[in-house]
């Protein structure tokens, strides 16, 4: 498969998003379904948070600069913010719609040819977000990512609508349709609630996963020699981009070049091997207790690992 770059595959969201709205929009135009309006809405809400999240990744990936010694990685947690937020907006339309069709029932018309044009645009949609999933994993990004898990509950939810209509034209029961339609806004809120508690983490410094920093300290400790020792090991996440401080403790006799010879070692290594971007504080170690040292035998990253998920399951 071609190789995305990640403004490519959320240019690629945006086309698709208008080719969707069309799609839909033609749908509920033909049927006079509530449910496939609802659906045109959600595109809707897709098309705008693709096109902001292309100018968050867009910013994100500007070198760090004085002001932002850190880089701008942080922009793409606002992009999946306000995707979760729309999402809101898009269930509360779907909510109104299907309440005043509930109030005032109409009939269905040209069910076949609307549901051709729904199940195309979640074919387009389903295509897409795979494209978007595998592009966001590729470069760690939470905005493709969340863009991605929003067109998949389009594909859901469509799939839902199609059903409700079926029913509903099938039983004679107007009622399925706008039922079907207020189900779905209220599945597309707990996606929207995901993504809203995703970005908040980021925004907060969330740690690194499990897996990356035993990555990290699997480093540290092949490259940290005996009697050197590391700990108070840090790690955080922002955007695409990884941070992590670790406390190095050599014998006060080394000099300070060999010192920090084998610091800007580490930190390469780390850099290289995991991403993540290592800064090192350099102690000597016989003003340490042992007692706080983390030795080579791993005894301490997993005491480490196992405090990191005792405190998840207390949040």
Known sequence: MRTFTPQQALQLSIAAAVVTIALKAGAWWLTGSVGYLSDAAESSVNL????????????????????????????EYFSAALEGAMIFVAAAL???????????????????????????ASVVNFAVARVLLQVGRAHRSLALEADSRHLMTDVWTTAGIVVGVALAD????????????????????????????????????????????????????????????????????????RFAQVDLWVPGSWSVARAHALADEIEDAVNERTGSRLTTHVEPIEEQPLAHAEDRSGEGSAHARNERAAARETR
Request: overall charge neutral; hydrophobic content about 45%; glycine content about 10%.
């Open 94 to 120: 779907i909510l109104f719609f299907a309440a005043e069709r509930l109030v005032h029932p109409k009939p269905l018309g040209h069910l076949g040819t609307g549901t051709a044009l729904s199940v195309v």
């Open 170 to 241: 099938a039983t004679g029961q107007g009622w399925i349709d706008p039922a079907v339609a207020a189900a779905v806004a209220l599945n597309i809120v707990r996606e929207g609630w995901r993504l809203m508690h995703r970005s908040v983490g980021g925004l907060m410094d969330r740690a690194q996963d499990d897996e990356d920093v035993a990555r990290i300290e699997s480093v540290l400790r092949e490259l940290a020699p005996p009697p050197c020792r590391f700990a108070n090991l840090k790690t955080r996440v922002s955007g695409p981009l």
């Open 48 to 75: 705008i948070a693709a096109s902001f999240a292309l100018a968050m990744v867009s910013y994100a990936r500007i070198p760090a600069d004085d002001g932002h010694p850190y880089g701008h990685g942080k922009a």
